[in-house]
């Protein structure tokens, strides 16, 4: 079986800890359990435990995680494997770290895409 190996490399302003704002998310639909990797076009992690993703289309999908990621919030940036043309619940995603090249760090599981209105700024 062939593995499809997707990075997603987010690398936004300095790597430094700092407290953000997660924007507000207010619920669009019902949550769904896969998105088609086809269709994912950018992320953005905004803390240990939550992911946006965002789709063609124009549709956002905010992904809390069941346990909080160690170092995903400072590090921002992740891969997943996948053996199929989808990014699931039941899948897992590694941190990517950075400091003299890119090594993996911590692994934690996805939870429930749901699909989201972004509050505006």
Same mark, same amino acid.
């Given at each position: 079986?062939? =593995?499809?190996?997707?990075?997603?490399?987010?690398?936004?302003?300095?790597?430094?800890?700092? &407290?953000?704002?997660?924007? +507000?998310?207010?619920?669009?639909? =019902?949550?769904?359990?896969?998105?088609?990797?086809?269709?994912? %076009?950018?992320? %953005? +992690?905004?803390?240990?435990? +939550?992911?946006?993703?965002?789709?063609?289309?124009? =549709?956002?999908?905010?992904?809390?995680? &069941?346990?909080?990621? &160690?170092?995903?919030?400072?590090?921002? #940036?992740?891969?997943?494997?996948?053996?199929?043309?989808?990014?699931?619940? +039941?899948?897992?995603?590694?941190?990517?770290?950075?400091?003299?090249?890119?090594?993996?760090?911590?692994?934690?599981?996805?939870?429930?895409?749901?699909?989201?209105?972004?509050? #505006? #700024?």
């Amino acid at each position: 079986m062939n =593995k499809l190996l997707l990075a997603t490399a987010l690398i936004a302003g300095a790597a430094e800890a700092r &407290p953000r704002d997660i924007p +507000v998310a207010t619920p669009d639909g =019902k949550a769904v359990s896969c998105l088609q990797t086809t269709r994912i %076009r950018e992320t %953005r +992690v905004r803390s240990d435990s +939550v992911i946006d993703f965002y789709t063609s289309g124009g =549709k956002v999908y905010r992904n809390t995680l &069941p346990n909080s990621c &160690p170092s995903l919030g400072f590090e921002e #940036k992740f891969a997943y494997t996948t053996s199929t043309s989808q990014l699931c619940n +039941v899948d897992i995603i590694t941190v990517l770290q950075s400091g003299g090249g890119l090594s993996r760090g911590a692994s934690c599981g996805l939870g429930m895409f749901q699909p989201v209105q972004l509050a #505006k #700024k």
